[in-house]
């Protein structure tokens, strides 16, 4: 009998990881691109630095025999990646030209979009007890982090695009995962590089629209170059974790739980860079992370619904099966008896 393989990061580090990468990342790159820090302000392009380191330490690994490479068809990857990219493109247009406010609630509707396309592409279904533990976190961190909103209608297509996009990028991560019995790291080894081609090639052009400064006149003191190289090394960590956490649960449940980044972010930022914390922003963090214990539970319990009404059917299977042999077996009997009559 073969042993199971176990796995390297357990569930519990995999979500450990992502959250204090991305909360790590948001931090430095506060640093790296704030005014009042190193005004790095290219932050797509920032992105295909993050993608190249990627690439390059899967590209290692490889090499070295950590990972194996798997086959994923050339045009699978290069169409998640267009998908990928216009989610990022998407989300900084829409910070450029939406209010914080409705930037915040265009994040939080990824939720229910994203419970939306999984449903209709892979026909899952969610109990009320998911649903209202989605509808309190979506609540608790809107609470916490819409303030000002105001709409227009280029900011609100590109909303929607970024919402769209990032939603189905992170299904698609799962989906290719099951599909080409891909490791989530091998996959992410598959993907970055394209990504960060085209980001590094692209994003100079994006950003220039964005804030209309070119990356090309940029002034690389010491300390920017050391918050740039700090984020790329912490984007490595949050990209394998992303993918590592929707391959072993759903982009449903990264999603929710996602946003204890948010409330980790709001507690740094008052900490650290002496942001302003509310009683309603606490407030709002305790709703949310109420709502994703709520969450935690409720999807734990209805995967034990799950197990017993499996076994269940299972027992039920198995009665039917003795029973229909029983009946053969009689039906042998009776069978060989009248044969026996005959003879006689």
């Known amino acids: 009998m073969d042993l199971e393989k176990k796995p390297v990061v357990s569930d519990v580090g995999a979500w450990g990881m992502n959250i204090v990468s991305s909360v790590g990342i948001i931090m430095a790159n506060k640093q790296l691109m704030s005014p009042n820090g ?3 302000c290219f932050a797509t392009t ?11 330490v899967g590209w290692i690994s490889n090499a070295t025999g950590y990972s194996v490479s798997k086959y994923v068809p050339l045009w699978e990857l290069v169409w998640f990646s ?11 247009l829409s910070l450029m030209l939406n209010s914080v406010g409705f930037y915040q609630i265009s ?5 229910p979009v994203v419970c939306l396309m999984e449903w209709i592409l892979h026909s899952k279904h969610y109990t009320t007890r998911v649903i209202l533990s989605v509808i309190v976190v979506a609540f608790g961190v809107g609470i916490c982090t819409v303030t000002d909103v105001e709409i227009n209608a280029k900011g609100f297509i590109c909303a929607c695009v970024a919402v769209f996009c990032t939603s189905l990028q992170q299904i698609t991560i799962g989906s290719f995962q099951k599909k080409y019995n891909i490791g989530s790291f091998e996959l992410l080894s598959k993907t970055a590089p394209i990504q960060a081609a085209s980001l590094i090639v692209l994003g100079p052009f994006v950003d220039y629209y964005l804030n209309g400064h070119s990356i090309v006149k940029y002034h690389y003191s010491t300390g920017a170059v050391f918050f740039i190289l700090l984020s790329c090394s912490l984007a490595v ?13 759903s982009a449903t449940s990264f999603q929710v739980l996602g946003h204890m980044k948010t409330v980790c972010v709001l507690i740094l ?10 009683l309603k922003n606490i407030l709002g963090m305790l709703v949310a992370v109420f709502g994703m214990i709520v969450y935690s ?14 076994a269940k059917s299972s027992d039920i299977l198995n009665g039917e099966d003795v029973k229909l042999l029983k009946d053969k077996s009689n039906g042998l009997i009776d069978s060989d008896l009248e044969h026996g009559q005959m003879k006689s």
């Open 46 to 56: 920032l992105t295909g630095f993050h993608f190249t380191v990627t690439a390059l």
């Open 38 to 40: 190193y005004a790095f």
């Open 297 to 310: 539970w409720a999807v734990e319990a209805d995967k034990k619904s799950a197990k017993f009404v499996s």
């Open 82 to 92: 267009i998908v990928a990219n216009m989610s990022i493109t998407g989300m900084n």
């Open 237 to 249: 960590f949050c990209n394998m974790s992303q993918y590592l956490c929707i391959g072993r649960f």
């Open 107 to 111: 994040k939080l509707s990824m939720i």
């Open 269 to 278: 930022g008052w900490i650290l860079f002496d942001s302003a914390l509310t």
